[in-house]
Every structure is written in C-alpha cells, then in structure tokens.
C-alpha cells in the first residue's frame, strides 16, 4: 500500500510559488494500478519521485508498506564509469538477488548488443532509459513507478519485449504510471485520477478521468 495524507508540495520559481500538491490525500493499493493524467508542467515527474522518496513534502506524510520501484529513467544508483553488465551486477547484489540472472534478464531486454559491456556514461539517452528500465524489471518491485510510458519509442522491439513483461507483472504486482496521453495509460491502468491545480481527482475508471481531463484541457 502507498498512501498520502494531508500532502502538499510547491516550488518557487523565481517569480512564483508553483503548486504540485496541496492537501492532498489519496491511497493506492496493491492490485490496482493507477494511470494518473496530468497536462504538461503540473509536476508529474515530481509527483512520481515523491512516491519513491526522491523528494519530500512541504507537509503531510507517505507512507508505504511494500516495495515501490525508483521511476523509469531514474540513473541514482547507476555508476556511469562501468559498464551496464557490471552495474547489473552491482545492484543485484545490493538488493540481494542474483547476479546471473539480473545480468541476463538486462542484457535479454535491452538488446543492446556489444554496449551492454561498455561504460554507461557513453550510452544515448535512449539506451540509458532502456538499461534503467531493463533494471526496474529485473529488480520485481511490488509497485513500479513509469513517468510518460515505455522509453525508446522508436525501438519497436524493446517495447514489444518490455510491454510483455509488463503486462506479465501485472498479474502479481501494481503500476502507477503518469502521463499527458490517455492512450498511455490504456494497456496497464484499472483506475485512473487526474492531476491539476494541485489537486488529485480519484476515479475508477480511466474513462472517468478521461472525461474531466479532456474537459479541463
């Protein structure tokens, strides 16, 4: 379970206090995955780190009592001077997992080829967002965190393989997934909530928020 009580975040601009949250309250639970909608420059990505714990709140609290994943493209953690073989490697053995397979589970996903034993900090952004994502999976997180969707767009054969997995995952574990588009959230959200004006607007539905989303945009 991931739940916010009484949340609130902002930032100042330089000119203006921007608003993310204020006051907000909401609970997602395990086995009902959320697609949040939300226009661009409402804090999504913001909204998404806080529930990793990368950010903290102006006030209120969060509380989880599972696995929550670090977001899709989130690089904390990944060493850029080593390769995505050694860091595969790395990280399996800080969450206690096994090397081998985080290693071949990565390297099968990406498809990446010869880079895979390459230093990370010489990938594209394309290949770094698929490794990360690769390693997100890999790690079998009760809830997952995707900001925007599958990275890579252009490579039809990660997707295809990613989405699989996915939609396997689904079976036995939670996604939250915030995006813009409503066709994203399609494939993977059973409820859905809007984000705007600092408020979460809850629904059952993707439907439902669809409706108020269009509306309001």
């Not at 989880?64 to 399996?92: D, H, Q, W």
């Not at 890999?138 to 039809?156: C, K, N, Q, R």
């Not at 997934?177 to 059973?190: D, G, K, P, W």
Request: one cysteine or more; a negative charge; glycine letters at 8%.
């Amino acid at each position: 379970m991931l739940e916010f009580a009484n949340f609130s975040k902002s930032f100042w601009t330089g000119t203006q206090r921007k608003v993310i949250l204020d006051r907000v309250s909401f609970r997602v639970e395990l086995g009902n995955s959320l697609g949040i909608l939300a226009p661009n420059g409402t804090g999504k990505t913001t909204l998404i780190n806080m529930m990793a714990g990368l950010e903290k709140p102006d006030e209120g609290t969060i509380t989880r009592t599972c696995r929550i994943s670090f977001p899709l493209g989130f690089m904390g953690g990944v060493i850029g001077k080593l390769s995505a073989m050694e860091n595969s490697r790395y990280i399996a053995r800080i969450y206690g997992l096994d090397p081998d397979y985080v290693e071949a589970f990565c390297r099968w996903l990406c498809g990446i080829e010869e880079y895979f034993d390459m230093p990370v900090g010489t990938y594209s952004s394309g290949m770094k967002q698929r490794f990360t994502f690769a390693l997100m999976l890999a790690l079998e997180f009760d809830i997952y965190l995707i900001d925007e969707g599958m990275p890579s767009a252009t490579d039809v054969e990660f997707n295809r393989k990613a989405g699989d997995v996915l939609r396997e995952r689904l079976e036995s574990t939670t996604i939250i997934i915030v995006s813009h588009q409503a066709a994203t959230l399609e494939r993977f959200a059973r409820s859905a909530a809007v984000l705007r004006n600092g408020q979460l607007y809850m629904f059952d539905t993707l439907e439902e928020a669809r409706a108020l989303y269009d509306y309001q945009t």
